[in-house]
């Protein structure tokens, strides 16, 4: 099987190939208007690899949670390629991917995507086995606080997030709170590609019409309109 990865959930694009051996290929760029680079990203990648887009088996894609915007462009991506070559779509949590960008860490690993106002999309993950304790959600700083205190070991955090709340996570958890570097807190289509073909194995896959992103809560767009929090 040959898997072509996809994620655009948040600033970086990021794409790659991957098999049951590993990685084959990945571009990753931070620029924002994945609409316009995705395609040529996955275009030239298939060229540099040497692989015919006919040999690809599935296509991986961030499910979410993430920028609105990127799991559209990402999600049309997947399904038109999937449409067009009539193979199917496994859809991948970007904050699993995360996760699974520091997976040897042997303690609790919680991967944070800014959800504004000192929010986050978060989950709690133990390291190593990759047991999810906490599933994924919208969660204030407070609430992640307390989630992890039910829990004597270290905590890793990892992602974009990490930007926003890293000064704040760490007065409040202390000597508990640990954070990945900054290779690690960027999306990688490859952590995407390699836990889809895990989900695979298991039957776990969708056709392009069922794919759906996970968006969790509405867009502030969506809020405004529907006159919520007004």
């Known amino acids: 099987m040959k898997i072509l990865a996809i994620d655009s959930s948040s600033k970086t694009a990021t794409v790659a190939l991957v098999d049951e051996k590993g990685i084959i290929g990945e571009y990753s760029i931070n620029y924002l208007r994945h609409s316009v680079i995705l395609m040529p990203m996955i275009d030239e990648l298939l060229k540099k690899c040497e692989v015919p887009i006919n040999q690809i088996t599935h296509v991986a894609v961030s499910e979410g949670p993430g920028s609105f915007t990127g799991l559209r462009i990402g999600a049309a991506t997947a399904k038109g390629l999937a449409h067009a070559l009539n193979i199917p779509i496994v859809g991948v949590s970007s904050l699993l991917a995360l996760a699974y960008n520091v997976s040897e860490f042997e303690g609790l690993i919680c991967p944070v995507i800014d959800a504004l106002n000192e929010n986050v999309y978060g989950m709690l993950i133990k390291g190593v086995n990759f047991e999810v304790l906490i599933d994924a959600g919208v969660y204030s700083l407070e609430e992640i606080t307390k989630l992890i ?17 890293k000064d704040k996570l760490q007065e409040m958890i202390r000597d508990k709170a640990l954070f990945a570097k900054d290779k690690d807190n960027m999306a990688r289509a490859a952590s995407i590609g390699e836990i889809a ?3 695979i194995k298991k039957g776990e896959v969708v056709s392009y019409f069922d794919f759906k992103p996970m968006y969790i809560r509405k867009s502030a767009a969506e809020i405004r309109l529907s006159g919520e929090g007004s």
């Not at 205190?149 to 709340?165: A, I, P």
Request: net charge neutral.
């Open 149 to 165: 205190s039910n829990y004597s070991d270290k905590v890793l955090f990892v992602g974009e997030g990490v930007y926003s709340y």
């Open 197 to 199: 073909i895990q989900k």
